[in-house]
């Protein structure tokens, strides 16, 4: 079992910066690949960024590439989502996500609140 907790969201205008960071605690060592998805109101929930644990492999959708960045600190447990040149179409839920190796359900965290605006 893996518990994430995200924090650093925030209000933003077009055109700025946030950083948010997950801490995962728990059966970590069983973790191969962290991401970070976002969910607007009436859409989807959607990948924004992922990276393996172990190699740092990472994968962008073409919405966000080129403007975020997805790091790990494997030593702090804790993955990073790197915002610039933010959107208000950015504004979203994000949440944190850890799949293990067990291949067990995917573990959540409970949200972190975007939203970008003048």
């Known amino acids: 079992q893996v518990q994430l907790v995200e924090s650093g969201g925030g209000l933003v205008q077009p055109g700025g910066s946030l950083r948010l960071s997950c801490v995962a605690s728990g059966s970590i060592f069983e973790i191969y690949v962290m991401g970070w998805y976002r969910q607007a109101p009436g859409k989807q929930r959607e990948l924004v960024a992922s990276i393996t644990i172990n190699g740092g492999f990472t994968v962008y959708p073409d919405s966000v590439k080129g403007r975020f960045v997805i790091s790990r600190d494997n030593a702090k447990n804790t993955v990073y989502l790197q915002m610039s040149s933010l959107k208000p179409e950015d504004t979203a839920v994000y949440y944190c996500?850890?799949?293990?190796?067990?291949?067990?359900?995917?573990?959540w965290g409970q949200g972190t609140q975007v939203t970008v605006s003048q």
């Open positions: 996500n850890a799949v293990t190796a067990s291949g067990g359900a995917p573990s």
